[in-house]
């Protein structure tokens, strides 16, 4: 459903979600982050709502607002924030985010995933089998790893297949859809 929006949209229907903010391919940030939830928050709440892109990496990197301990750390943490998020006010898609966010305290976290599935093709991958998982009951691991690995099919070695599932698993926990560290089990958020 989520994770092949290719085989539901025409061309010029996918072009048209691009420039909203939307991004496709067999790649996404969910190889080595969450969606950051907690950065995503801390940026938000020390940038002007009508910060250029710009002004975003230059908190994040030179101001350090988000206390990172290197350089390198930073860097990365704007650059995945961008992935996820677009951090841009030219782009629609975050602008609606960036409007909710300071009117809808209670609904960041799931602003954040909503943002996050329409930015990353991976995390997207995940969402059928967490959203069809029934109230209460336990994710399996394999059927989430199966899931993600018909999406992207074996451009992901067994290491990191492994390590997207357990970013996905953490992002659908921190918009309140998992509870749970080790065994994850499905709320109703």
């Known amino acids: 459903m989520f994770s092949n929006l290719s ?15 939307f991004r496709f391919g067999d790649k996404g940030t969910h190889t080595s982050r969450t969606i950051m939830l907690s950065e995503l928050s801390e940026l938000l709440d020390g940038c002007d709502s009508a910060a ?7 908190a994040i990197i030179a101001d350090n607002l988000l206390n990172k301990k290197t350089s390198a750390t930073r860097r990365l943490t704007n650059q995945r924030l961008g992935e996820l998020y677009a951090l841009d006010a030219a782009s629609p898609l975050f602008r609606v985010m960036r409007q909710f966010w300071q009117t809808d305290v209670v609904g960041r976290p799931l602003l954040a995933m909503l943002t996050a599935l329409c930015r990353d093709p991976l995390l997207r991958a995940s969402a059928t089998e967490i959203l069809r998982l029934p109230i209460g009951e336990e994710l399996r691991r394999s059927a989430l790893s199966e899931a993600i690995r018909s ?3 074996p451009r992901l070695n067994d290491n ?8 996905a698993g953490s992002s659908w926990t921190q918009s309140g859809h998992l509870s749970g560290r080790v065994r994850k089990i499905r709320q109703r958020v």
């Open 160 to 167: 990191i297949l492994d390590k997207v599932v357990r970013n």
């Open 151 to 153: 999406a992207v099919g």
């Open 52 to 58: 250029s892109r710009e002004a975003y990496a230059e």
């Open 7 to 21: 085989a539901h949209f025409s061309q010029s229907q996918m072009d048209a979600m691009v420039d909203v903010g």
